[in-house]
């Protein structure tokens, strides 16, 4: 304490010592034994409270991996994690922490990825998938192919934000530390004040004894941190306590699109057909042929037709014009996609299925590639990046949470940016921005009020910087600048974490304030009480010390309750998933017939008919009943509420009601008359419709279950 009185740090525990030092004047040698107790028991209630607070951040360092198995022509030599390097072959062996990010090139991971994730279920990763660093194998050993050296790794980066998370303190600790200059007078006044009124010296030595307040400097810290652990422990990364009460403050919300609201890469999104073929025979030849390009798009292609299990045909004779299509032999049939320009010809008249397309591609924001099949136009392949299934639940959850201001800030052009916001909820857009514009906009708000910026783009990394706080999204290779930029870090992609986060810090803020509130009130009452002679000084150390030990175990409750375990594991949900991406091809049969069957001759549109009804009794109808009579129960179950899936269950009523109305009209195989067409047509409208919305809500509700959800503390 006089070494920092040297430096002019003058703090509360000088209280501590000047009360020492009165008690052994007067011969209390017992209550100078009880301070000094006190003070060494504080500390060591400071570390171990520290301790177990930041035990999910120790916990991520410790289990940062230090060796790896990696091989050398046929043989494998263990070395050091720092001298594994980008395109290395690795050997994981069972139960070792995976020591750099890679993919599977030999063999199937099964994979404990709950220190990133918090997902208690093992994960499978088949070949070719990709494994971030830091998980641990929990199956048979595997050889990775390492894509980024074990400095840039996912794990090593976790590594280095927690480190730096362990340094700082909040600006409500600091004031907690200036409250010093006004107490320690204050009591030494009161010390003063009831020794001349009483006469007594022991009551002033009592006052003394009773304000040292050892819960205004520990527990407020304490609960930062706390806090800080408990975001970790959801898959949030708070880099300092300042952050943390930040982010307890935020009214307004910046966000990017690309890779934040969206999933960052192009997808397959619809497959329209112009011939006699149907929507899948059309992507077996599109993705046979895309096989031979690196083009984003054909990328997704092929995975479009390896997730419905269709078989892919090698292509021959391609040859690809960049930025314009392709050609090449696939089978016995001559193919080729790209633009219509490139297929056709620049002097081409459209028709008006090409012109219906074109004008409902648009419409649903995203891009077309045109195929045709030996010198005809077979079809078109519709792609977009689209929204992240939580999305549109994120921004809902963000409102409840108290955030009155979103925008949207990207780069996109105006309709595209508009198309996603209307999707995801958001009511205001800035679009056509560039890196500085994104700046200025962030600037000038958070001048006003709390902002809060999520990115995940190097092109965020100025806007994310320049915020009250920031949060970067995703630990995707290339987005290392917005992470770094950033003070707060998702380790996951679930976006539900982000309202996780902001509940976490109200919850911390209320909770050291409280600290504060409870810590100096009781100081003041045993005060009062000691100076007017109803307490000895050596009850007061006493009662000091149960105050001490009282606030800081309130402090603790900023941990949180135990996470609460997903209602669905990761297994129930790909099986979910797989199911439904079984049903993609029949609900694209079902979209191409609601739209081409008028235009269509009688015995045509009988045989679709047929075929589509045969469709709905062997795969749609099984599967919806099936889900009512089996997974609705058991989901039931697990969830709050009397009946909390009866508006899906009511809508499965819908889709058999639909499906039985087209299986009468399917009787006697007539051919329909015209009137029946139309009918036939406007029912597979419908049924088109309820089955995708119906499919979008359950994709978007067992996405909510696998994700562990966040248990509030009591608000009092």
């Known amino acids: 304490m006089i070494r920092a009185w040297r430096r002019s740090q003058w703090g509360v525990d000088g209280i501590a010592l000047i009360a020492m030092g009165t008690a052994i004047l007067y011969e209390q040698a017992l209550v100078a034994a009880v301070i000094a107790l006190m003070l060494s028991g504080g500390q060591a209630l400071e570390a171990y409270a520290n301790g177990r607070a930041q035990s999910e951040l120790e916990r991520l360092i410790k289990r940062a991996p230090q060796r790896a198995w990696r091989y050398c022509g046929a043989t494998l030599e263990e070395v050091a994690v720092q001298r594994v390097e980008k395109g290395d072959r690795l050997f994981v062996r069972s139960g070792e922490v995976v020591p750099a990010d890679g993919i599977v090139v030999e063999g199937a991971a099964v994979l404990d990825e709950s220190v ?125 306590g300042r952050s943390l009460e930040t982010l307890a403050q935020v009214s307004q919300l910046f966000i990017d699109k690309t890779g934040t609201l969206t999933v960052g890469h192009v997808q397959v999104c619809d497959m329209e057909t112009a011939g006699a073929w149907s929507p899948s025979t059309l992507l077996q030849w599109a993705a046979s042929l895309a096989q031979g390009s690196s083009h984003v798009v054909a990328k997704a292609m092929v995975a479009q037709a390896r997730s419905q299990q269709i078989r892919l045909d090698s292509p021959k004779d391609v040859v690809e014009s960049a930025g314009a299509g392709m050609r090449g032999r696939v089978g016995n049939h001559d193919v080729a996609m790209g633009s219509l320009r490139y297929l056709v010809g620049e002097h081409s008249v459209e028709s008006l299925w090409v012109r219906r397309l074109l004008s409902r591609v648009r419409h649903i924001n995203a891009g077309c590639l045109f195929v045709m099949v030996d010198g005809e136009l077979a079809g078109a392949v519709a792609y977009k990046d689209p929204l992240r299934i939580d999305t549109p639940r994120c921004i809902r959850r963000l409102r409840a949470a108290g955030v009155t201001r979103i925008v949207m800030l990207t780069g996109d052009v105006e309709e595209r940016a508009h198309a996603i916001a209307e999707e995801a909820g958001i009511d205001e857009v800035r679009a056509d921005l560039t890196p500085e514009q994104k700046l200025a906009a962030v600037v000038e708000t958070s001048a006003k009020a709390p902002t809060l910026m999520i990115g995940d783009g190097i092109n965020d990394a100025p806007a994310l910087a320049a915020a009250s706080v920031s949060l970067a999204v995703g630990y995707e290779q290339g987005v290392s600048a917005a992470q770094e930029a950033a003070d707060v870090v998702l380790l996951d992609v679930h976006l539900d974490r982000i309202p996780d986060v902001l509940h976490i810090a109200r919850d911390t803020r209320r909770i050291a304030l409280q600290c504060v509130i409870a810590g100096m009130g009781l100081s003041f009452v045993a005060m009062l009480l000691a100076a007017m002679g109803w307490l000895v000084p050596l009850a007061g150390a006493l009662v000091q010390e149960g105050i001490d030990v009282a606030v800081i175990v309130y402090a603790l409750r900023a941990l949180g309750p135990r996470r609460a375990q997903p209602v669905l594991a990761t297994d129930m949900r790909d099986r979910l998933e797989r199911e439904h991406a079984e049903l993609a091809p029949i609900l694209d049969r079902i979209h191409q017939a609601a739209e081409t069957l008028g235009q269509a001759t009688p015995a045509r549109a009988r045989h679709e008919l047929a075929d589509i009804v045969d469709l709905l009794g062997h795969s749609v109808i099984p599967h919806e009943r099936n889900d009512d009579i089996q997974l609705y129960p058991d989901l039931a179950r697990r969830m709050p509420g009397n009946d909390p899936l009866a508006s899906l269950s009511q809508t499965h009523r819908e889709i058999f009601r639909l499906c039985r109305l087209l299986d009468g009209m399917n009787v006697d195989g007539d051919d329909p008359s015209e009137s029946a067409t139309g009918e036939i047509q406007r029912l597979l409208v419908r049924l088109d419709t309820v089955l995708r919305l119906h499919l979008a809500q359950e994709d978007e509700l067992f996405d909510s279950l696998s994700s562990p959800p966040l248990q509030h503390l009591a608000s009092s």
């Open 116 to 240: 990133l994730s918090g997902e208690a279920m093992p994960v499978y990763r088949a070949r070719g998938e990709t494994i971030r660093s830091g998980v641990v194998n929990a199956g048979a050993p595997f050889d990775l192919h390492v894509t980024a050296p074990s400095a840039e790794s996912t794990y090593a980066r976790i590594v280095r934000l927690s480190s730096e998370a362990r340094q700082s303190r909040a600006p409500m600790a600091r004031l907690a530390d200036r409250y010093a200059l006004a107490f320690v007078p204050l009591a030494l006044i009161a010390a003063g004040l009831a020794w001349y009124v009483s006469g007594n010296h022991l009551r002033a030595l009592a006052v003394l004894v009773v304000a040292t307040p050892c819960p205004l400097l520990l527990a407020v810290p304490i609960a930062m941190v706390a806090g800080m652990s408990r975001a970790a422990h959801h898959g949030v990364l708070v880099k300092s």
